[in-house]
């Protein structure tokens, strides 16, 4: 049984393909070995596809968007190819560029689910919230006994205004799920019937626009209506920055109040996508990718936002991007710049971060201590101070 077994093993092994995760995790020179001695130019496509895959699942989208480059160079117009690559941009934020993409794929499969959603995620992220609707139409049409399906559409028709169908979209779903047992899915459900019920719920007096921002202003975001109002000066507002304004502070309505990471992500992206000449919204969509951890569509939307608009937020968030990447030099580049500008929690917590791992604790206790003096402490702060052996920071002399 055991000589069986390891026959199994090695028959698994050697059918491992040379650019999967797993082979790319062990050895990586094993794949572009692989690529370098295939002759055919489909079949090499294919191992930059395998690898840009691999790439994909161990974060670094950056790398897959360039193998996927040269793969479609080999094998162009390949519709698993511009699949992949959309993704990728995707997730370095650069939608506009996955959409010509999903376009030429969709082009070539006019019946795939997988197309349209991709599509459609990236289409609302870029700020095209009736190509965004059109497509989850098409993939109800296309898979109408699924109850994702039916949510999907009802999130799209939300962003147009079109609160009635969008209830009637997860009572739809709602329906097709009776009976399950996927707890995954009910949550997914009772999810969207309290989002469709916080867009379309409003206070009274007063414009929604003054309730959002006074909401926003005063730390008010967990009132029942709050999400509400700013729904509404949304779609009363009159131009492109003042609904992405309204935008920015529901954004943080959802996080703080809903603790809905990824409406508070969609929100920025849409008001980014929205008010593309407000380099302060790409400010705010790069701190979000920050905290979720997506550095790489952090650094692409900082990139931008600090080319028209130095800001010490700006480089604050960059610092975080390049130091969380390995760019150290770069962070500390920016970490500095940024402090310059004004001093600030963010910035200092890297300089110290930076200084702690190359070993100089004098450097990073006065880097910690500053920040801890501005009068944000959290509980980050105090963790690396007493990392240090600084126990209570508040009995330590101010510099």
């Not at 511009?82 to 941009?89: G, K, M, N, T, V």
Request: a negative charge.
């Amino acid at each position: 049984m055991t000589i069986l077994l390891a026959f199994a093993f090695l028959a698994a092994a050697a059918d491992e393909k040379p650019c999967s995760t797993a082979s790319m995790q062990a050895a990586a020179s094993k794949c572009e070995a692989a690529i370098s001695a295939e002759t055919d130019p489909k079949a090499k496509a294919r191992l930059y596809y395998d690898r840009a895959w691999s790439l994909d699942e161990l974060h670094r989208p950056e790398g897959a968007v360039d193998d996927l480059g040269r793969a479609l160079a080999l094998d162009p117009d390949n519709p698993d190819f511009l699949h992949e690559r959309a993704y990728a941009l995707g997730e370095i934020g650069e939608f506009q560029t996955a959409l010509r993409d999903l376009d030429r794929e969709v082009a070539q499969r006019p019946d795939s689910v997988d197309a349209f959603r991709e599509r459609t995620f990236a289409r609302l992220a870029a700020g095209d919230l009736d190509g965004a609707y059109r497509d989850s139409a098409r993939i109800a049409e296309l898979d109408p006994e699924t109850p994702d399906a039916h949510l999907l559409k009802a999130e799209r028709a939300l962003w147009l205004g079109r609160f009635d169908e969008a209830k009637r979209e997860v009572e739809r779903s709602e329906g097709l799920a009776k009976g399950s047992a996927d707890a995954e899915l009910l949550g997914r459900i009772g999810k969207a019937r309290s989002a469709v019920a916080l867009w379309r719920s409003t206070s009274r007096g007063g414009s929604p626009g003054d309730r959002c921002k006074k909401a926003f202003e005063t730390a008010s975001v967990t009132g029942p209506n709050v999400i509400g109002d700013c729904t509404a000066a949304y779609f009363a507002a009159p131009t492109a920055a003042g609904k992405a304004e309204y935008l920015t502070y529901r954004s943080v309505m959802w996080s703080a109040g809903q603790q809905d990471e990824d409406r508070m992500l969609t929100d920025a992206e849409v008001a980014a996508a929205i008010d593309p000449a407000n380099p302060d919204m790409l400010v705010n969509v790069a701190g979000i990718y920050n905290r979720l951890g997506r550095y790489r569509a952090a650094l692409t939307r900082l990139d931008r936002a600090l080319a028209g608009k130095p800001s010490y937020a700006g480089f604050a968030a960059r610092a975080v991007a390049r130091y969380d990447i390995g760019d150290k030099a770069g962070a500390f580049a920016d970490g500095k710049k940024s402090f310059e500008i004004q001093p600030n929690l963010v910035a200092l917590m890297v300089l110290g971060d930076l200084a702690h791992d190359r070993g100089d604790d004098k450097s990073a206790k006065l880097y910690w201590m500053g920040a801890w003096h501005l009068g944000m402490p959290d509980d980050g702060l105090r963790a690396r101070l007493k990392r240090i052996g600084v126990e209570d920071p508040d009995k330590e002399p101010k510099p």
